[in-house]
C-alpha cells in the first residue's frame, strides 16, 4: 500500500511565504519524479489542475512561468518527501494544492502516479 500526503497549507497575506510538504509512505521500490499542481476555486474537475513545479530523479526541476522565481522545489529522499517553498505568493496562489508521485511500488513491476489528498492554500489579506 502506497500512500502520498501533502501537508503545510494554510491562510497567509500577500507577500507572504508557505512551505507545502508531499511524503511517500508504505511499499515503495523507488520514486522517479513528483510533481506539484493546483486547482484554483470555481474549477472542479480533476483535468482543470494547473501545473506548477516538478522534479525528476535526478533533481531537475521545472515551473510553471507564473510560479518561476517565486516557488523551489526540493527533495529530501531519505525521508521520500518532496517540498515546496512558495514565497511573495499572491492571492491568485489561492488554490488546492496537490501532490503527484511517480513511483514504482515494491514488487511491482511498472511505474505509476499517486495522487495525495490536497492542501489548500488562501492568499489574502
Known amino acids: 500500500q502506497v500512500q502520498v500526503v501533502e501537508s503545510g497549507g494554510g491562510l497567509v497575506q500577500p507577500g507572504g511565504s508557505l512551505r507545502l510538504s508531499c511524503a511517500a509512505s508504505?511499499?515503495?521500490?523507488?520514486?522517479?519524479?513528483t510533481a506539484w499542481y493546483r486547482q484554483p476555486p470555481g474549477k472542479e474537475g480533476e483535468w482543470e489542475r494547473e501545473?506548477?513545479?516538478?522534479?525528476?530523479?535526478?533533481?531537475?526541476?521545472t515551473y510553471a512561468d507564473s510560479v518561476k522565481g517565486r516557488f523551489t522545489i526540493s527533495r529530501d529522499d531519505a525521508k521520500n518527501t518532496v517540498y515546496l517553498q512558495m514565497n511573495r505568493l499572491q492571492p491568485e496562489d489561492t488554490a488546492v494544492y496537490y501532490c503527484?508521485?511517480?513511483?514504482?511500488?515494491?514488487?511491482?513491476?511498472?511505474?505509476?502516479?499517486?495522487w495525495g489528498q490536497g492542501t489548500q492554500v488562501t492568499v489574502s489579506p
Open positions: 503527484k508521485t511517480h513511483l514504482l511500488p515494491m514488487l511491482g513491476t511498472v511505474f505509476r502516479n499517486y
Open positions: 508504505g511499499s515503495i521500490e523507488r520514486i522517479n519524479a
Open positions: 501545473f506548477v513545479a516538478r522534479i525528476g530523479s535526478v533533481a531537475t526541476t
